[in-house]
């Protein structure tokens, strides 16, 4: 069992930048890759980026690409999502995952259902 908190969320302008972080409960946090998800008002959950078990891959969605970045502490059982030049399309509540995904290539980790277990979730704001 996982349980993940969400934290770092907040109003920013565009152009600003905020960390998101997701503290992870266990002692396995190690062996899950996590992944970051938002869902924006009316819109379906869509994937953001994602780091495997090791931290050594990281894979993103094309929309934020160069201005995000996700890593990850395994000693502090907690995974970051850095979000730069934030506009007002990045507006969402944020998600982080876990999931035990040992594929090779992008596309599981891009995908919802292969992550067992899920944060609150934590609200994300862009005045333009």
């Known amino acids: 069992q996982v349980q993940l908190v969400e934290s770092g969320g907040g109003l920013v302008q565009a152009g600003g930048s905020l960390r998101l972080s997701c503290a992870a409960s266990?002692?396995?946090?190690?062996?899950?890759?996590m992944g970051w998800f938002r869902q924006a008002p009316g819109k379906e959950r869509e994937f953001v980026g994602a780091?495997?078990?090791?931290?050594?891959?990281?894979y993103y969605a094309d929309s934020v690409k160069g201005r995000f970045t996700i890593s990850r502490d395994n000693a502090k059982n907690t995974v970051y999502l850095q979000m730069n030049s934030l506009n007002p399309e990045d507006t969402a509540v944020y998600y982080c995952a876990a999931g035990l995904l040992y594929y090779s290539g992008s596309y599981y980790y891009k995908q919802a259902a292969p992550y067992d277990y899920w944060g609150q979730g934590t609200q994300v704001t862009v005045s333009s």
């Open positions: 266990g002692r396995t946090f190690s062996t899950y890759a």
């Open positions: 780091i495997s078990w090791s931290g050594t891959n990281t």
